[in-house]
Nanobody, 123 residues
Framework: QVQLVESGGGLVQAGGSLRLSCATS????????MAWFRQAPGKEREFVAG????????YYADSVKGRFTISRNNAVNTVYLQMNSLKPEDTAVYYC????????????????WGQGTQVTVSS
């Protein structure tokens, strides 16, 4: 059974940092591109960051570029999102997602999803 479990969310002040983790099981991790999406109350889910199977190529939404870093450790089947210089507009539920092949920004293209973890940034 495929499972993706996010952790690391919480409450942080503006300008602070958080690191999210997504631990996976039940899949051949190295075959999957991974991504982070987020959804704020009353808004559509949006792409945040993605990483290819090898970890060599990464992609970011313009809103987080230069502040967030996605990475993966294929030895432990885990993907991370390091979030620095957090802003109140980063407040959302963050979801980890997986798909076979290359990273895309369309959420419907992803096969598996985690349950989400709440990130709240206070002003």
């Amino acid at each position: 059974q495929v499972q993706l479990v996010e952790s690391g969310g919480g409450l942080v002040q503006a300008g602070g940092s958080l690191r999210l983790s997504c631990a996976t099981s039940g899949l051949t991790f190295s075959r999957y591109a991974m991504a982070w999406f987020r959804q704020a109350p009353g808004k559509e889910r949006e792409f945040v960051a993605g990483v290819r199977m090898s970890g060599a190529f990464t992609y970011y939404a313009d809103s987080v570029k230069g502040r967030f870093t996605i990475s993966r450790n294929n030895a432990v089947n885990t993907v991370y999102l390091q979030m620095n210089s957090l802003k109140p507009e980063d407040t959302a539920v963050y979801y980890c997602a997986a798909r076979v092949g290359v990273t895309v920004q369309e959420s419907l293209k992803y096969d598996y999803w985690g349950q989400g973890t709440q990130v709240t940034v206070s002003s």
